[in-house]
């Protein structure tokens, strides 16, 4: 199969580059451990996870009636809404939108669902020059590469790394790999570029039904810059994004943060209510949302995946993966990756175009147990990779189902239940396995690339146990 | 329940025991045995139904679990030698069941299901004597345990109860040691990476052995270690290896070797 071999290309390139596994696995091993440290009272954690998920849970079942209440608010509120059903859509209305107002310049804070739709390469390739605001971005977009975590998106790359990038693109400035040089280096380019802005594009992290809010999370000024020093704000933001009340905000944020980067508030809350008002003397002038469908609806009708959608990209599940740890983000191929990659992207690309993503999981259940609104991650890979392989045909489900399901393997679990399931036949396979164990191969594909092949015993447990009196009853 | 006098439980091997480590189902059925309680090991048992379970075969998975179910017809507890194997029984065979006809019966049977070490501390408040000589021992928890059964607790304190048994702790104690059954054959070197750290973390304490209350992992670890060490014999590089014990073998060890 085309897209599991061209994983496990990926994964070879990903496990032979030490450096990056060195980086990642020193940081992710600081975000745990801050994370860890935010949370030092067990039974406080999961009242505080019951609670986020609730309130996450309550906004899902009452998607459609929120969106309608938010959109009525934005808009009495002096913000334009649009809705998008694909990425293609979201890309148009933007840049229709920048396209009116004659806007060339637009700077950018940090937003997955920009990746997610290709919103930089569209805009691009229309002569829109778009610069990303949030250093880690600036840092991958110097390099074009895409983010290879949702939270942290540079942190493959370590500080030499960076400097020989900065050094490649700002000849004029002097080398240095000191971080904090660095990075007022990358505030001068972009203050610069902020000032020049004629539009900013920003995500959302919640968008609130009751008030028509927008609030972004960041921890730059980026953000707020974005938002607010150029005429125009374009927000772009799915559609599961939205919430009931202002008061649910406090207690998704507090997880938000303190599961994202261990941090027990960022150093930058946004919430965007109006553009500028008569006599205000800074802010947008036109501010615009942007809502984006993109398969979320069909997941939110599928009673066994609609947790996904809970999802409030803490990034969290990444973190304590300890599959991510080894490959990184770029293997998985996608937006979003880690555990919440494995169970979101195939459901918007497809079992057909990424199902392989399902097998990158040892269902350790780190993931789950770090998710800060109770996705049952691996219950939800394990799920999809019965999809994957279902032969049962029917509509309105996960794209691609039954894509992945292949002669050899179906006979094999055919032939595995045929042995299991029949207590008679399993006793003559065992006799077999336990007398011919001499014949235990001594190369196993995978498996004994790493490890020795074990070899059945003399005697089964079944013989044994009735040797010492065990009663069979 | 029975009284003290007449205590009985179901012995749910697991297939992999059954085939590859039957000493260990046998060490810990003569353990609870020890303890006046009569373990019964229906012949006909097999496989929980996990490997395919987890592979999203979940029609073969049903059938082979829905196989094991006459096996335990009284209303006693089953006792299972792995967190993993237990978890499947406990929490995932009502997923698998649900809307089946059996579905009740599969919840019966995971509500009477328990980890061999959360049985001998919390049922039976075993109290093990240490006869053995003095030994470092590390404890890999197994993410069922830990995290699926929570039942990771539990083997602790039994091999905290030892007195000639010193505990020393690996780095990253609680990840993944990359068995997750056909995971490590489906992604061999995924799965091969996050073992060799496993294995360094465990190499670098001063433990000699590993313990373990999953058979599963203890294949993955011991089987790296093997490979490791006949690795570094070729290069002649002779030290003692360290190596892999169940949890349930090493108690029976340590505490009742003579019998």
Known sequence: MQQTEAFRQRIHKALNNQQVRHNIRSVMNALTLKRAAQFPDSKQLELYRENASSIRQHALANQADLLELLEQNLMANGIQVHWAETAEQANEIVFSILKAAGARNVVKGKSMVTEEIGLNQYLESRNIDILESDLGEFIIQLAHEPPSHIVVPAIHKNRAEVAELFHKHFPELCYTEDIDELTLMARQILREKFAAADAGISGVNFAVAETGTLCLVENEGNGRLSTTAPDLHIAVTGIEKVVEKLSDVPQLLNMLTKSATGQPITTYFNMISKPRQPGEKDGPRYVHLVLLDNGRSRIRLDSALLDTLRCIRCGSCINHCPVYVQLGGHAYGTTYPGPIGSVLEPQLLGIDKIGTLTSACSLCGACGEACPVKIPLPKLINHLRAEAVSNRYDDDKVPGKGSMRSFNQALTWKTWQLIYANPWLYRLFSLLATRLRFLTPHRMGGWSKYRTIPRPARQSLQQIARQHGFANE | ?259
């Open chain 2, 1 to 259: 329940m029975n009284t003290e006098a007449e205590k009985e439980i179901y012995f749910f091997g697991t297939c992999l025991v059954d085939l590859l480590y039957p000493n260990v189902g046998l060490s810990a059925m003569k353990l609870i045995r020890h303890l006046g309680v009569r373990v019964i090991f229906p012949a006909n048992q097999g496989c929980c139904g996990q490997p395919a379970f987890n592979s999203g075969y979940r029609d073969e998975a049903l059938h082979v679990a829905r196989a094991l179910m006459p096996c335990f017809p009284k209303n006693i507890p089953i006792i299972v030698p792995s967190a993993s194997c237990a978890g499947m029984l406990k929490h995932q065979w009502p997923e698998l069941f649900a809307n089946q006809p059996d579905e009740n019966l599969a919840l019966n049977i995971a509500s009477r299901t328990l980890e061999l070490t959360e049985y001998l501390v919390e049922e039976l408040d075993i109290s093990l004597a240490d006869l053995g000589n003095p030994i470092q021992v590390a404890i890999h928890s197994s993410c069922s345990a830990l995290r699926e059964m929570k039942v990771a607790v539990h083997i602790e304190s039994l091999v905290r109860q030892l007195a000639n048994v010193t505990v020393v702790e690996q780095q990253r104690k609680t990840e993944c040691c990359g068995f997750g059954g056909t995971f490590s054959i489906k992604q061999p070197d995924i799965s091969g990476a996050m073992v060799n750290e496993k294995t360094d973390a465990l190499t670098a304490t001063s433990a000699e052995r590993v313990i373990s209350q999953d058979c599963g992992c203890l294949m993955n670890i011991g089987g790296a270690l093997e490979k490791q060490q006949s690795s570094q014999q070729q290069s002649h590089n002779q030290q003692p290896g360290l190596t892999t014990q169940h949890i349930a073998e090493f108690l029976w060890e340590r505490c009742h070797a003579a019998d």
